[in-house]
């Protein structure tokens, strides 16, 4: 029996809630402590299991299986695969700096660090889960929390209508995946959730066609898939930094990772029919997306919007279902998520600083918050897809295999670069340079330590991933290698 | 000895609730007085409960007393249910005004629950009425239990016009049964009721009318609403949680023992009566500003949710039915019970009495947030897996449109229930001065909600040994 890495990184943001829950809430700085070493405890096993993944073989590691409800052949089943484990560590360090930065909340902070660790336990849990049963069950935790992240804490203008809006969106998305699992679970005959098992069956090409799509489409409105993406900017926009960064960092890939789990790997037959339109909702995504993020105002709304657009991307290198494009989307989660994290955070820094996050009104801020600035900048080159950083070893291969496939829709994805490239540079140059309005002169006081670490701890991985590309690939080949096998074709 | 063991749980009951009519009279008037009688009670309960739960597992079914009772696992898991309600119950009379007071009020209460263990386990028409009336007769009494107060004399008047039609139309769907087969034991009645001719089908709408009204289905669902909002709180929470179990057991024996031949036309009827009921429960729930009116529709709603495993009719169906009024119990009786709390210390209903709370009370604040998103549907609280398991078995049955529904209608549920939290977490008292407005949780409720959510998780994460007590029954009646 081996040390039950996964179920431990699963279940400490849990238990460390319930031990917030615990403490008197008068008792604020004991909260943000207990709430980091958890943080920190969850983040070092997983780096620990990171490493410790035998890249060298394709398939499922780090299995532990517990017996949950035998009478419908439901078990505790985790386990990774080179897909999920480099998004068990960004969860873990999306969980870590997410803390360092909501080091300042005052309106019950107890709350607050409960339902964010509820929330991470939930996103550890689907990554790490192989039973459908569990996967949904972790999949509604980690979807709730977020409702009331948003609403107690979030932007009080619009929190009311996004945080319901989003809950709504995600609810009703998971809830069509389960009516499909259900099925899948009645008509495979196996009596069983554990999906290594289902990823056997071979279910008819028929029922396939007909289920893959409400399946993938399921999940894939949490990976915010063009029409159903509404309510992701709203959702980003209207919470608190961290959730935001939990959200557009961690969420979204929770669900393109599950829309893969279980639409592409258990029903390949229906995801090679369905690809041509996932295809096309992903390209509209990715353009539409960048178009729309050009036209904001709002800081925070092209932050939105570009994760629309950038989501779009992993979408697009899941449906070539061929080698170069599923690498690609699984380097894109973890880039995309370290990325977005650290848009959000910077945000949230100068929000928290200006109490504005109208571009024409802000300017001049690379003088007293230099580092954030910093951070956007390599934030918004790894969105370019620059070479030299993650973004890069993310998006290449992503072209390359929608080029294999259908070379129109790689050309008309590649405006989007240079759309991209546009708004970012346009929002930097307005935010950060130029002259500081007079209202902030001396008005914007510089960032903490906890701020700093984290936003260094960001910046670091994804210059560090793109220039030893070696650190990532390794790992997710080994993890396409294995949906490949699904996919009938090497 | 044999002979009464099958029945301990309602000797018992019984003899507890002559005590405490017994015992009344020489006890001192005061605060004592009223806890004693309350702790009397619960502790008596929970005696029962917990004898009922370790001495009196059935064996293989079995009918006793010449064919009037049937000792099976559908009749001992539901006494459970039944006498765990009324324990918690009596915790919540404890806080209410006027119910504690008086020991009619835990009488009452303990002769309803007589009635209800009888009803589940009944197998014989005579048996069954009886035992309908001796659980309504109470509880109408109960309903309208505070004199002074106009809104429940309206409820518990309301409760027994009601339902004194229902039970006379049910009479009457007994005995056109009995007419036609000249016997009154459920066991026996099976063989006469093979095709779905003209009298089936006036017998199914009669006993449909009895028994939909005791479960609140559409659309004999309208007394609902204004009995729970008139009742005092806790019997509100009784009515809605035990009462409508009991009515789900009758149900299921009835389906299973008389109609079995005839189950596809009766599931058709159900399905249709579940949609109705779910889709007219939560979308008039949307609407509501009371959240004592807003439970009620909830909880028809929730009869709704239930109904889709009876309709399956299947081993699974039924499981996943028992299985879901166990999590509904103890969701619908947690939240009931903060209602209760929040109406004692603001004097009000409506859902701006919420306004603050998680302020005014972090705790019951987190109660409620366990409470309501478990009537949601979500993990890791009971209501996740117990929807899970009534879809599941209805995809398992070929009812994928029902399953659909039930979904549907599970968004509506999640957008309501979302927004009483939003009163509870984020709007603000008027004067913004939570702090030296606490709310304070005596002890017996305090009691009472540690035991419910702890429940509400339990199920919720430790799903097999409820499931398995919850498929023995349902193997008992195929």
């Known amino acids: 029996m081996q040390f039950p890495f996964l179920s431990i990184i699963v279940f400490t943001p849990m238990v460390a809630a319930l031990v917030l829950l615990m403490i008197k809430p008068e008792q604020k700085k004991a909260i943000r402590v207990i709430a980091l070493t958890a943080a920190l405890l969850a983040l070092t096993l997983s780096i620990w299991v990171y490493f410790a993944y035998d890249k060298t073989s394709a398939g499922y590691q780090f299995i532990e299986k517990y017996t949950w409800m035998p009478m419908l052949g439901i078990s505790l089943h985790f386990g990774v695969d080179g897909l999920s484990v480099p998004l068990v560590l960004l969860t873990g360090i999306v969980m870590v700096t997410g803390v360092m930065i909501s080091w300042g909340i005052d309106d019950r902070p107890r709350e607050f660090f409960a339902f964010l660790f509820i929330l991470a336990s939930g996103v550890f849990g689907v990554f790490a889960s192989l039973d459908l049963f569990m996967l949904f069950f972790f999949y509604e935790i980690a979807v709730f929390p977020m409702f009331l992240l948003i609403v107690i804490w979030g932007w009080i203008k619009t929190r009311e209508y996004a945080a319901m809006k989003l809950t709504l969106y995600l609810f009703i998305g998971s809830v069509i995946s389960m009516i499909g699992a259900l099925v899948m679970f009645w008509s495979s005959g196996a009596n069983t959730f554990d999906m290594l098992i289902l990823e056997t069956v071979k279910f008819t090409p028929d029922f396939q066609k007909i289920w893959f799509l409400p399946v993938f489409l399921g999940f894939a409105v949490l990976g915010g898939i063009f029409p159903f993406h509404n309510w992701s900017p709203d959702g980003h926009v209207a919470a608190p930094t961290a959730v935001s960064m939990f959200h557009a960092g961690v969420l979204m890939k929770l669900g393109a990772f599950a829309a893969l789990r ?75 998520g370290i990325m977005t994290a650290l848009f959000f955070a910077a945000v949230g820094m100068v929000y928290d600083r200006a109490h504005t996050r109208d571009i024409p009104k802000l300017g001049g801020m690379i003088k007293p918050l230099p580092l954030v600035g910093i951070g956007v900048i390599i934030g918004s080159l790894v969105s370019m897809g620059m070479p030299g950083f993650s973004g890069f070893v993310a998006e290449f291969p992503i072209f390359m295999g929608v080029w294999k496939t259908q070379w129109v829709v790689a050309v008309i994805a590649a405006i989007s670069i240079v759309v991209t490239a546009s708004y970012v540079l346009l929002v930097i140059r307005r935010v950060f340079f130029g002259k500081i309005p007079d209202e902030f002169e001396g008005h914007i006081i510089p960032i903490n330590l906890l701020d700093k670490i984290a936003l260094v701890m960001l910046m670091a991985l994804m210059v560090g991933i793109g220039l030893f590309p070696a650190l990532m690939v390794p790992w997710v080949q080994s993890g396409v290698q294995h949906v490949l096998i699904l996919l009938g074709g090497v | 000895m044999d002979t009464i063991l099958p029945i301990l749980p309602e000797v018992l009951l019984l003899t507890l609730a002559m005590l405490v009519i017994v015992l009344d009279p020489f006890l001192k008037k005061g605060m004592n007085h009223r806890s004693f009688l309350g702790f009397f009670t619960v502790i008596g309960l929970l005696i029962i409960f917990t004898l009922s739960l370790f001495f009196v597992r059935p064996g293989d079914p079995i009918l006793i007393f010449g064919g009037m009772v049937r000792f099976d696992w559908l009749g001992f898991l539901f006494k459970l249910f039944f006498v765990f309600a009324a324990a918690m119950t009596a915790l919540f009379f404890m806080d209410t005004n006027k119910l504690n007071q008086r020991a009619e009020a835990y009488l009452l209460l303990l002769v309803a629950t007589i009635g209800m263990c009888l009803m589940a386990s009944s197998a014989d028409l005579v048996m069954l009425y009886l035992s309908i009336e001796t659980t309504s007769i109470p509880l109408y009494i109960l309903a309208g239990f ?323 007590f919850a498929s023995h029954a349902a193997l008992n009646l195929f």
Request: glycine share 10%; aromatic share 14%; no cysteine.
């Open chain 1, 262 to 336: 279980v639409g592409i790997m258990l029903l390949p037959v229906g995801a090679k029919f369905w690809a041509p339109l996932i295809m096309g909702l992903a390209l509209v995504n990715i353009v539409y997306g960048a178009f729309i993020a050009s036209v904001q105002t709002d800081f925070k709304y092209v932050i939105g919007f570009s994760s629309v657009s950038h989501m779009g991307l992993v979408m697009m290198g899941f449906a070539t279902l061929k080698p170069e494009g599923l690498f690609g989307a699984g380097v894109q989660m973890f880039s995309h």
């Open chain 2, 146 to 468: 505070l004199t002074g107060d106009e809104k429940s004399i309206e409820s518990g008047f309301k409760y027994l016009l009601f339902g004194a039609m229902t039970s006379a139309v049910l009479l009457y769907g007994f005995s056109l049964m009995y007419g036609f087969s000249g016997t009154t034991n459920l066991y026996d009645l099976g063989i006469h009721f093979i095709k779905f001719d003209s009298l089936a089908v006036g017998i199914t709408f009669l006993l449909l009318a009895g028994l939909a009204f005791k479960v609140s289905l559409f659309p004999f669902h309208f007394w609902a609403p204004d009995v729970y909002e008139g009742a005092p709180t806790p019997v509100a929470g009784f009515l809605s949680t035990a009462s409508k179990a009991a009515g789900f057991a009758v149900i299921l024996r009835l389906l299973t023992a008389v109609f079995p031949a005839i189950s596809a036309n009766w599931s058709t009827i159900l399905a249709v009566l579940a949609t109705l009921t779910m889709t007219v429960g939560n979308l008039i729930a949307l609407a509501q500003k009371n959240v004592k009116r807003l439970l009620a529709y909830s909880s028809i709603a929730h009869a709704g949710y239930a109904m889709i495993g009876v309709v399956a009719f299947s081993p699974l169906g039924t499981t996943s039915a028992i299985f879901y009024l166990v999590a509904y119990i103890l969701t619908n009786l947690l939240a009931f019970g903060i209602v209760g709390i929040v109406g004692r210390v603001t004097g009000s209903d409506d859902v701006s009495a919420y306004n603050g709370l998680s302020r005014r009370n972090s705790t019951l604040s987190l109660a409620a947030l366990v409470a309501f998103l478990s009537l949601a549907g979500m993990p890791p609280f009971g209501g996740f897996v117990a929807k899970f398991f009534v879809f599941s078995a209805a995809v398992q049955s070929g009812w994928i449109w029902l399953a659909v529904v039930g979904i549907l209608n599970s968004i509506v549920g999640l957008y309501y229930y979302l927004n009483i939290l939003k009163y509870i977490y984020l709007y603000r008292m008027e004067n913004q001065d939570e702090e030296h407005n606490p709310v304070h949780i005596s002890r017996p409720v305090g009691l009472a909600l540690i035991i419910l959510v702890t429940g509400v998780l339990f199920v919720g994460i430790v799903i097999a040994p409820w499931f398995s």
